[in-house]
């Protein structure tokens, strides 16, 4: 994995190439200590929601794809209140971060925060 992403270090950022470095365990390690530095007062460490959304359910608000994740993280989502990373973290940890949340957190359904958004499969968090 880790030859295959620097074969691709000259490229786009891509599903493939955040999937990849989830098989790095060095780069899942320097995202979740980005995660722990940044991430936690809005998602909490184990990723189950405070005042940012449960990032552990099916559910996503701004989808749940690696890129949605990325893109998500480097454009923020301001009219909820979570800044734009891209300028503070720089690409190389936001794709770190990306990598620990598929990881450490993605499908993982622990207690928390309700669900919201949508599933893969377009489906709308239950109400209730």
């Known amino acids: 994995a880790e030859m295959q992403l620097a074969r691709m270090s000259e ?15 060095d780069r899942v390690s320097a995202g979740e ?8 007062a809005c998602h909490r460490t184990d990723g189950s929601g405070d005042v940012g959304p449960n990032l ?10 690696p890129m949605d994740i990325h893109r998500t993280i480097v454009e923020g989502v301001p009219e909820k209140g979570m800044v734009a990373w891209l300028n503070q973290l ?6 770190d971060v990306t990598a620990y949340i598929l990881t450490a957190m ?23």
């Open 11 to 25: 490229q786009a950022v891509t599903n493939e190439s955040l999937t990849l470095m989830v098989q790095v365990p």
């Open 33 to 40: 200590a980005v995660f722990v530095q940044f991430c936690v």
């Open 90 to 95: 720089g690409p190389r940890r936001i794709q």
């Open 56 to 65: 552990t359910d099916a559910y996503w608000l701004h989808g749940s794809e």
């Open 106 to 128: 993605k499908d993982k359904d622990l207690p928390g925060k309700a669900p919201q958004g949508v599933n893969a499969a377009g489906e709308e968090a239950p109400q209730g």
